[in-house]
């Protein structure tokens, strides 16, 4: 196997998502490949570490809200292009970025002044005018300079059928999480302005910003 195809697979390796041959093959291969094996062990860190993020409340007070606000009974809707070009991207480019991070000379930046934040891709926009095509060039060059600047650490898609637990106070959310951005940044502000150069923002999309916690 090699290394581009296992750097492919780790992500789907960690949701469960491959056959049983594939990952004998994969483990095969990181077992005589310690650069990959490397890249698996950062990024089942990272996995982790997004298994122990607690769970948002529907709206939070101190999050960083970009793009327009939701209007009311818009609940759970697709957008058209603009969605289909995130999601995507989101789900294609997990290879794509795993790629330009292990390339030579780039990675996230291992920063003692760096915090980690994920940029939540949310579902309420209007529909603007541009192809499939157009809106997935401009996510892909996004989510090149994020890796070439040593910012983006991992992106996925969410699936739709999303469940709820909810207590009896809370209401049901007017926006879909479609997927998300786990980044590096020195502080809340760069995170802003990283979220702010997002084709989702610039379309009318919002992005929620949430700083990860340190343990």
Not at 98 to 119: K, M, N, T, Y
Not at 136 to 147: I, P, T
Request: charged share 30%.
């Amino acid at each position: 196997m090699k290394c581009e195809v296992a750097i492919d697979l780790i992500a789907d390796s960690l949701a469960d998502e491959l056959d049983a041959g594939t990952r004998r093959r994969l483990d095969d291969h990181l077992r005589t490949c310690p650069s990959c094996a490397d890249e698996a062990a950062e990024l089942e860190r990272l996995w982790a570490d997004l298994d122990r993020l607690p769970v948002p409340e529907t709206r939070p007070a101190n999050v960083s809200r970009l793009g327009r606000p939701a209007e009311s009974g818009r609940r759970s809707r697709r957008l058209g292009a603009l969605s289909r070009a995130a999601a995507v991207f989101l789900l294609l480019g997990g290879g794509f970025l795993a790629g330009r991070l292990s390339s030579p000379g780039i990675g996230p930046v291992e920063d003692a002044g760096g915090h980690r934040f994920l940029l939540l891709i949310r579902g309420s926009a209007p529909e603007r005018r541009a192809s499939d095509e157009q809106l997935f060039a401009e996510y892909s060059d996004w989510g090149a300079r994020l890796a070439d600047d040593g910012a983006l650490i991992t992106a996925a898609e969410l699936t739709n059928d999303a469940r709820w637990v909810r207590g009896d106070e809370s209401d049901e959310s007017d926006d879909e999480l479609g997927g998300f951005f786990l980044i590096r940044a020195p502080d809340f502000d760069a995170a802003e302005r990283i979220a702010r150069s997002s084709p989702h923002v610039a379309y009318g999309g919002a992005i929620e910003i949430r700083a990860v916690t340190r343990r």
